[in-house]
């Protein structure tokens, strides 16, 4: 038989769940076009091992995707 050892000094709170009252178009993002759109324009900004010509076309997906 264990005995559980309770620790007097322990104080617990409990918080209602708090939603982010503002979209901050990053966590928020549920929709996948939205998703892919954003990621898209992510690859085509960081990656150096592509040609302009598609980062330019992965740019234009990208927006076009993620309506900016």
């Known amino acids: 038989m264990?005995?559980?050892?309770?620790?007097?000094?322990?104080?617990?709170?409990?918080f209602p769940y708090l939603k982010n009252a503002?979209?901050?178009?990053?966590?928020d993002l549920t929709d996948p076009h939205q998703l892919a759109g954003k990621t898209l324009l992510w690859v085509a900004r960081d990656c150096r091992s592509l040609?302009?010509?598609?980062?330019?076309?992965?740019?234009?997906?990208?927006?076009?995707?993620?309506?900016?």
Request: aromatic residues 14%.
């Open 2 to 14: 264990s005995v559980l050892k309770v620790d007097l000094f322990q104080k617990t709170f409990r």
């Open 22 to 27: 503002h979209f901050d178009s990053h966590f």
């Open 51 to 68: 040609p302009e010509t598609l980062k330019q076309s992965l740019r234009l997906v990208g927006a076009v995707l993620y309506k900016r």
